[in-house]
């Protein structure tokens, strides 16, 4: 009787979970709510399903917002996904000194109507940055953003805002010798992918 107990314990937890992903995958596509943490908390408020230990993890969540744009997006996903490519190629051209990398929903495919573009850039003086850009013309805000570096330790970098193409930009700036040293990601744990400038052409040509 024990075991049968914990089974459908276990079986109510797993579809409590299935829920709540599909809920704060809704709520990161719809109202655009980008950390993974507060969509979920606001998701498990929604519903009334706070139980200890039954939150989805981010990689549930981000699958479940791949199935919704496979499902309520076929229609429009390629073509948003195609316009916010070409801007962050754009982008990127335009920062090309400072080795830019894309890195998050636009690179992944992941995108949704709400979605920023993630690049990162590198230079040892972040006002070498901010000189590019007031250069061109783009009137940007600064920013200070946290990554986890390694498992329990982050860091503060300089970023900057803006706006390209109608989507909103957000850039990081890290020192050079993080080139080959990618932050971890805020979905799996794992080392952020980052592509190059000619790998981002690709995927916007494609």
């Known amino acids: 009787m024990g075991r049968k107990s914990e089974k459908r314990s276990d079986r109510r937890k797993e579809c409590q979970r299935t829920v709540l992903a599909q809920e ?119 920013r200070q953003r946290r990554h986890s570096i390694r498992r329990g330790h982050t860091e503060e970098f300089t970023g900057y805002d803006f706006m390209s193409d109608d989507f909103i930009v957000e850039t990081t700036v890290f020192p050079e010798r993080r080139k080959g040293h990618a932050p971890l990601s805020p979905v799996d744990g794992r080392p952020m992918q980052r592509a190059h400038l000619r790998d981002v052409e690709l995927l916007a040509a494609g």
């Open 24 to 142: 704060a995958a809704r709520l990161i596509c719809d109202h655009g709510i980008s950390d993974f943490r507060t969509a979920k908390d606001k998701a498990a408020w929604m519903l009334g399903l706070n139980e200890h230990g039954a939150l989805p993890s981010n990689r549930e969540i981000e699958d479940a917002v791949a199935e919704r744009n496979r499902i309520f997006g076929a229609a429009t996903h390629p073509q948003l996904l195609g316009r916010i490519r070409e801007a962050a190629v754009s982008v990127m051209q335009d920062l090309i000194v400072f080795r830019p990398r894309l890195v998050g929903s636009v690179l992944s495919g992941n995108v949704t109507e709400h979605s920023n573009i993630n690049v990162h850039v590198f230079a040892d003086s972040c006002e070498a940055v901010s000189m590019r850009l007031d250069a061109i013309g783009v009137h940007y805000q600064l």
